[in-house]
């Protein structure tokens, strides 16, 4: 059975950093996906950034070059090292994973956590 837990939600004010983090089991494989998205209250959920099995890392533009996902193999961790926060990142973060190429851009994929919550004041 596959599970995926985030955690490291906070309220933190803005230009501020969190590490979100993302604790999978059950989910093997040589060639995999894994993402984090993001739903604000009355938006729908985007894709943030993912991450292939072999590190190549893609990234919303609204996120470049201040957000940064990562992965552990041997804690079977899914990281997102999130800076110079704006209040528009505000919102409830999902981390997810799945086999299938094109998963993440469809935003279907299989599995996902259950969220954790960020919350950015100006």
């Known amino acids: 059975q596959v599970q995926l837990m985030e955690s490291g939600g906070d309220s933190v004010q803005a230009v501020g950093s969190l590490k979100l983090s993302c604790v999978v089991s059950?989910?093997?494989?040589?060639?995999?996906?894994m993402g984090w998205f993001r739903q604000a209250p009355g938006k729908e959920r985007e894709g943030v950034a993912r991450i292939g099995s072999y590190g190549q890392a893609r990234y919303a533009d609204s996120v470049q070059v201040r957000f940064t996902i990562s992965k552990d193999n041997v804690e079977n961790t899914l990281y997102l090292q999130m800076n110079s926060l704006k209040p528009e990142d505000s919102g409830m973060y999902y981390c997810?994973?799945?086999?299938?190429?094109?998963?993440?851009?469809?935003?279907?994929?299989?599995?996902w956590g259950k969220g954790t919550l960020v919350t950015i004041s100006s």
């Open positions: 997810a994973a799945d086999w299938r190429p094109g998963c993440y851009t469809r935003g279907d994929m299989d599995y």
């Open positions: 059950g989910f093997t494989g040589r060639n995999y996906y």
